[in-house]
T-cell receptor, first 114, second 117 residues
Framework: GAVVSQHPSWVICKSGTSVKIECRSL??????MFWYRQFPKQSLMLMAT?????????EQGVEKDKFLINHASLTLSTLTVTSAHPEDSSFYIC??????????FGDGTRLSIL | AQTVTQSQPEMSVQEAETVTLSCTYD???????LFWYKQPPSRQMILVIR??????QNATENRFSVNFQKAAKSFSLKISDSQLGDAAMYFC??????????????FGQGTELSVKP
């Protein structure tokens, strides 16, 4: 069965809205969470890395005030896209990692900003 | 910085035939991991095969095998007896070991594989 649950799978909202994406590791403790973004017909690009209980580390060019990451527990991490605009429309994928665990991926969230 | 390059945006193969997808990478590390991931239209990320850099033996998983050339920094994927279900986007990826800031994956640009019946 699935070991990672990512919700919602698809969200459409108006420009200026904030959107929260949840990622849960179902049967292991995710000490580290990676968030990736994938634009249409492109590759996955790492946005940020977070360790449980610590602030996230953002990749160059990713606005930390726009993409808020919370990793307060070993089974849940959230990505909030604040004041989303059409250029934030993309596919967002979480990837939790735990000790002695292979790399897992969520099924992704398709975000469409009108 | 590490980079991963897939120079074939699209590939096509006849059902039951063999196809090879290319990947090159650049790193100054001696210990790392390489992966091939499959992303079907559902956009799920599915691990196809994994290779540890310290292992000289090429990894194999059923119909999937790799040709890992460490000195040349090349990591190609061979799919034998191609099936219609193999049609997808394939990504080559690199990561450092966990003890060396590992875990985050660096992906290539992807190769879109189509399988003709």
């Amino acid at each position: 069965g699935a070991v990672v649950s990512q919700h919602p799978s698809w969200v459409i909202c108006k420009s200026g809205t904030s959107v929260k994406i949840e990622c849960r590791s179902l049967d292991f403790q995710a000490t580290t969470m990676f968030w990736y973004r994938q634009f249409p017909k492109q590759s996955l690009m790492l946005m940020a890395t977070s360790n449980e209980g610590s602030k996230a580390t953002y990749e160059q060019g990713v606005e930390k005030d726009k993409f808020l990451i919370n990793h307060a527990s070993l089974t849940l991490s959230t990505l909030t896209v604040t004041s989303a605009h059409p250029e934030d429309s993309s596919f967002y994928i979480c990837s939790p990692r735990g000790p002695n665990q292979p790399q897992h991926f969520g099924d992704g969230t398709r975000l469409s900003i009108l | 910085a590490q980079t991963v390059t897939q120079s074939q945006p699209e590939m096509s193969v006849q059902e039951a035939e063999t196809v090879t997808l290319s990947c090159t990478y650049d790193t100054s590390e001696s210990d790392y991991y390489l992966f091939w991931y499959k992303q079907p239209p559902s956009r799920q990320m599915i691990l196809v095969i994994r290779q540890e850099a310290y292992k000289q033996q090429n990894a194999t998983e059923n119909r999937f095998s790799v040709n890992f050339q460490k000195a040349a920094k090349s990591f190609s994927l061979k799919i034998s007896d191609s099936q219609l279900g193999d049609a997808a986007m394939y990504f080559c990826a690199y990561t450092r070991p966990i003890y060396n800031q590992g875990g985050k994956l660096i992906f290539g640009q992807g190769t879109e594989l189509s399988v003709k019946p």
